[in-house]
DNA sequence: CGTCCACAGGAATGACGGGCGG
DNA sequence: CCGCCCGTCATTCCTGTGGACG
């Protein structure tokens, strides 16, 4: 075979490829489609809660929960969207702000983006909390508007950095003379309300929104609104459409994994040069989503963090299916010892332990053994050979997962 | 029924790299 | 340049505790 045949052979592929999608971007869970099936109840709602602002009036401030995928973030955006340009018609002064509490990640920063959203200039760190929260409160009054606060993924910062920023927040309006605020919560978590203020929470939650998961029937229906946009004619089978509402329904109602679905096993379709998308590849697809997830979590946690989950390869290799945090401390000291790395101290491995359990990467659970003291029981929860495919990369991991350990032979009869 | 193990996990503190305003 | 503050990571010190064993 010459080399143009070759070169034939890949451009007709490519061509065969592009038999599966349409707009691909039509399947991203970011994107903001212009209808959002199910969710007339809360855009009305939330709308008829906004609405009061075009007269110039503060609106109330709103609670909003419901789990991931439920359509919080995307109504909240969809609603404000359609007031912006409705405020400019009215040439009411209003303005909006969105902030990601989990991506933003600390008051200050918050405090931060809130200013520059008002064309505040505040360096990114240098200083104290206080001055950024007194440049953006005379900011925000001077420019005498009516600024609506979207705080998504409230609940991220609450559990790390207590409800300080929602206290000051929910206090602002009784300091502005010339502007007003309005706050829009989102919290994936419905516990939330436990970690709250009564004072904060009784504040926020003026109005509040609940968003239920959506089933298998609405699901369906979500992916159906985009289909047209995303694939081509008679790319997917009404089969495979199902089997993605079916598997995200079951899971927790998740339209975002519903569409992700949906569009990985088109991907795999489309690699595999077929013409239709079917059930297998979306099955396929759960197993490719799931595996990334995983491989991703490993790549992006730090050394320690690593070589703890190292120490629990080697016990799982050793039988020890649940480890306890001893057990752990001593392997992971040895790694250490290997990599000419001083270990960090048993009380940090500790906390780098629930955060790897937070991550899903492993599992703890603290139980205790009576007599023989309180521990946690932490097991893997990703298989061996994962573990060594990402590790094998790195030159200094890859030489620890393959090497054997002098303290692990102790264990290795103990078993359980 | 008390003891006592092997830790859990909170609080205080510090080192460090970044960046401020004066 | 200084003194100050930030967030992050880590250490040190600490008090708390479920339940098998004696």
Request: net charge neutral.
């Given at each position: 075979m010459n080399n143009s045949n070759i070169l034939d052979e890949v451009f007709e592929e490519f061509v065969g490829n592009?038999?599966?999608?349409?707009?691909?971007?039509?399947?991203?869970?970011d994107y903001l489609p212009d209808r959002l099936p199910h969710r007339e109840e809360q855009i009305k709602c939330l709308g008829q809660t906004v609405a009061p602002v075009l007269k110039g009036a503060r609106c109330s401030n709103v609670f909003i929960y419901g789990k991931t995928g439920t359509g919080k973030t995307a109504v909240t955006k969809y609603v404000l969207n359609h007031l912006e340009t409705k405020t400019k018609e009215f040439d009411s002064p209003v303005k909006v702000c969105y902030v990601n509490c989990r991506l933003i990640g600390t008051e200050y920063r918050v405090f931060a983006r809130l200013c520059q959203s008002l064309g505040v200039f505040v360096p990114f760190?240098?200083?104290?909390v206080g001055e950024v929260s007194d440049r953006f409160r005379t900011g925000l009054d001077s420019s005498k508007i009516l600024f609506i606060i979207v705080l998504d993924e409230i609940d991220a910062l609450i559990k790390t950095r207590g409800d300080n920023l929602l206290y000051e927040l929910t206090r602002i309006n009784g300091t502005l003379y010339n502007s007003k605020v309005s706050l829009v919560g989102i919290s994936?978590?419905?516990?939330l309300k436990e970690f709250l203020d009564p004072r904060v929470l009784s504040s926020l939650s003026e109005e509040e929104i609940v968003f239920r998961p959506y089933d298998a029937g609405e699901l369906k229906n979500i992916l159906f609104e985009r289909v047209h946009s995303a694939?081509?004619?008679?790319?997917?089978s009404n089969g495979a459409l199902s089997l993605c509402a079916a598997l995200a329904a079951a899971e927790h109602g998740d339209a975002r994994r519903a569409l992700d679905l949906l569009r990985v096993a088109g991907e795999v379709a489309e690699r595999r040069g077929a013409k239709v998308v079917v059930e297998e590849h979306v099955r396929e697809a759960e197993k490719h989503i799931e595996h990334n997830r995983v491989a991703d979590a490993l790549k992006n946690i730090t050394l320690h963090s690593k070589l703890v989950i190292v120490s629990l390869f080697h016990l799982s290799r050793a039988n020890v299916r649940r480890a306890i945090t001893g057990e752990i401390y001593e392997i992971y000291s040895e790694l250490c010892g290997e990599l000419g790395v001083t270990p960090l101290t048993q009380r940090r491995v500790s906390t780098l332990v629930n955060e790897l359990d937070a991550v899903g990467l492993l599992n703890a659970q603290v139980i205790s053994m009576g007599r023989y003291g309180r521990t946690k029981k932490i097991s893997l929860e990703v298989t061996r050979t994962l573990i060594r495919e990402v590790f094998a990369d790195d030159n200094r991991l890859g030489r620890l997962v393959r090497c054997k350990l002098k303290s692990l032979s102790r264990h290795a009869r103990g078993g359980s």
């Open positions: 592009t038999q599966i999608f349409n707009d691909r971007e039509v399947l991203r869970h760190t240098g200083l104290s994936n978590d419905l516990r694939f081509r004619d008679g790319a997917l």
